[in-house]
């Protein structure tokens, strides 16, 4: 358990492309400060009554952020160690904490030990901190050797993290984090992609060095109790959840998403006690209103998001409403650079209907979490469901509150 995450509503950034950074690093300019482009969005962030921002990813990469090349240096086209640290430091004077995105289960071709072990081939030290590294076949790439990658994507360089060394590397990176930036949390891109006993032994660290640290994952896939609970790390996101957030909303069928919190929650739950993310979009599926199909179910989707067991996260600019589609290969529609003076939500379009109101209601709905601790860590009881209608009590310490949707 960690107090404060457990409790915490959180605000997610997708900062290169919320701070209009080019989409490719030359790894030669001088660092350009954009993230201080992000300084006006905090007193909005805490009005609206998130507690935490997810800021990421900031490390050197050579395009999206997720092709890390330098884990202990901030990303040129974002500026530099003074850049996040005065934004870090006017998050925390504002009562805002900051959780960073960590990307550990692999790295970008620029990579220092990859670019070693390019050169050097078999005589390099780094060989053995990639997984599947093989001498006997050529990569997709070229390369006189091939290896493993994330998904496919021979971009990205699966980590041996059976590797003592990179393990080392990886843990040290995080002590720097916290003591340079004094940032609170992480998020664990690809986490189930990564080796339990890894996320295991970061805990433990973490629970010596820097207890107040929250440590959850991305978690698509699989049991969640896997992945997080004691000694592993303190919660996970909650996709299984997400798809039924909306599509039982779109397709009139609460039996949809009662089925999922109640298998999830309810008396006999899977994850009783788990704090799991719960998010109506985010940096990788279309926008909420894109999946509800109508501004006006924006408003039951973040009564849920806020009412249901979990921590909730509210992806930048769909307080809004605002619209965007990932295609088959490109997400850049769901990581606009953003602005709120002028009031724009996305180059040179207007805010939408659920304008004004929607960040009203996420408003009052976070202030109604913060005021009801049932809402954060009570138990959760289906009382009714029918293809429209839906109630349940969330109670905790004794008092109980029922809800409708």
């Known amino acids: 358990m960690n107090s404060w995450f457990d409790h ?8 290169p492309g919320a701070c209009g950074a080019p989409r490719h690093n030359d790894g030669a300019s001088a660092p350009i400060p954009r993230l201080t482009s992000l300084h006006p969005w905090l007193d909005h962030i805490r009005e609206l009554g998130a507690t935490a921002i997810l800021l990421g990813p900031v490390f050197e990469s050579s395009s999206h952020g997720y092709d890390t090349v330098d884990l202990s240096r901030v990303d040129r086209r974002l500026g530099d160690d003074r850049t996040l640290a005065d934004l870090i430091a006017a998050a925390h004077d504002r009562g805002l904490r900051v959780l960073l995105d960590a990307v550990f289960g692999h790295v970008g071709r620029g990579f220092p ?22 001498f006997n076949r050529r990569s997709r790439l070229g390369d006189p050797f091939a290896y493993d990658c994330w998904r496919d994507a021979h971009e990205l360089v699966r980590l041996n993290l059976k590797n003592p060394a990179v393990r080392e590397h990886l843990i040290a990176a995080v002590d720097g984090w916290v003591e340079r930036w004094r940032i609170d949390g992480l998020r664990l891109d690809s986490a189930d992609w990564i080796d339990d006993d890894f996320h295991a032994e970061l805990r433990a660290h973490c629970d010596c060095r820097h207890p107040e640290l929250a440590l959850f994952g991305e978690v698509v896939h699989g049991d969640y109790r896997r992945f997080a609970g004691p000694g592993r790390l303190h919660g996970v996101t909650d996709y299984e959840l997400h798809k039924g957030l909306w599509s ?16 999830q929650f309810g008396p006999d739950g899977l994850y009783r006690g788990l704090p799991l993310v719960q998010f109506a979009d985010n940096h990788d599926v279309d926008r909420a209103v894109e999946q509800v199909g109508r501004q006006e179910l924006l408003f039951p989707l973040y009564c849920l998001l806020f009412t249901i067991p979990g921590v909730p996260a509210i992806y930048q600019g769909s307080e809004w409403g605002i619209h965007g589609r990932r ?3 490109d997400d850049t529609a769901l990581r606009p650079c953003l602005s709120l003076e002028p009031q724009l939500c996305a180059a040179g379009s207007e805010l939408p209907e659920a304008g004004s109101e929607l960040p009203a209601a996420i408003r009052r709905l976070a202030r109604l979490r913060r005021e009801l601790p049932a809402l954060a860590d009570g ?3 289906q009382l009714h469901v029918g293809p429209e209608q839906f109630a349940f009590l969330r109670r905790g310490n004794g008092r109980a509150r029922s809800l409708w949707t």
């Open 8 to 15: 915490a509503i959180l605000y997610h950034i997708y900062a």
């Open 113 to 134: 030990a990859f670019r070693d072990l390019q050169a050097r081939g078999r005589e390099s030290a780094h060989a053995g901190w990639f997984s599947g590294v093989d």
């Open 327 to 329: 295609t088959a290969t």
């Open 248 to 263: 039982s909303l779109r397709d009139r069928n609460l039996f949809e998403v009662a089925y999922t919190l109640n298998r």
């Open 379 to 381: 138990d959760y009881l």
